[in-house]
């Protein structure tokens, strides 16, 4: 079966109670019942279609996980007021106290932060080890280890998981396998691949307006309900949901995701092979020199191209702050972290983004300080975007 996230957002039939097309916004955080009996049944979760108080479940939300569940073909998904607030839950809800996790160690920097300075506290130890290497993920697996834990593509270096041997090594094992897909939505269905659960920052590509954060959790209907349960889930516990406000305005612009992530991966495509020619290392994985390539164009669907991300190498922090200083004048785009937006942003990744990761490791990971990584926007002309580049690197010292 082929795997069509666009299609089956657009199938969905969600409309309002007045026929709306845009399902109305619940603006409520409690609700209420004719039948006494009936709440007490939607507390055991048992009472179809009803809800009792939005911290668990509130239609908007509903509306919104179910569209997103929809695009990454699981059973279920619930949404989150950030990204680290799904990664966060999904990993707390899996570990006990003196459980294990195998992560990558290119991962987003807050992921990293959480993962080595956070969950120790609560005896949750991670081995960081290079995802690349499978042999090396598989020594990394301890009797206690819960979780195998990456992105789908990482941050910032762009190197592409294996999702289906991951997946392979850690079912053998009991062992569950979460992917951060926040790079690629639409490009790679994690879950399709056999990741058990699939995290999100909608704040990047699938909100795409740079106005909010937010995050989702998708997975099987056992596990999203195990998450919000009234007496044990972690997310019902720790309370991080989505205001329903933001849910319906993050729906609206699913909607367009696709036509987006076609822009988006043109537009990288194109700098990138430019770029290349200006004799400048080029980091992205649709070009044939890149180290996944091949792996990436397996896993992918072809439809959306190979994503919006892409860094250079200026060698050093110096050359690279000249550089997006003068792009930033010259109307590139902003000088910024975070992606996913309709405007270009660039950033020097080690100062920034991955800050939190130390230099040493920065280093093993084969980050140089002088990488620049761009979040490519949704230009109309990007050979005009590129001329102005070009020119920025021309004026270099
Ligand atoms: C931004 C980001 C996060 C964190 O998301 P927030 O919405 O900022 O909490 C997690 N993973 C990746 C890959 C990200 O880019």
Redesign the pocket.
Known sequence: MKFDPASNIQDLLQFGEYGDVNPSITDSATFTFMQANTMLETFHGEAEGCFLYSRHWNPSNKYLADAISAMEGTEAAWVTA????A?SNAIMQLCNSGDHIVSSMTT?G??YALLANYLPKFNIETSFVDISDIEAVENAIQPNTKIIYT?SMT?PLLVISDIPKLAAMAHKRNIKLIV?N??TPMIIAPSALGADITVY?L??FINGKNDC???AICGSVDFIGSLIDVNNGTSMLLGPVLDPLRSSQILKNLHTLHIRMKQHSYNAMYLAQKLKKLDLKVIYPGLEEHPDHELMSRMMNPDFGYGGMLAIDMKTTEKANELMEKMELAGVGYLAV??GYFKTLFSCSGKSTSSEVPDELQKKMGMSEGLVRFSVGLDNDIERTYQKIKQCIAEMK
């Open positions: 950030s990204g680290m607030g990664i987003y807050g992921t992105e941050n951060d926040t790079f920052s704040t990047k954060v937010a995050g975070s992606l």
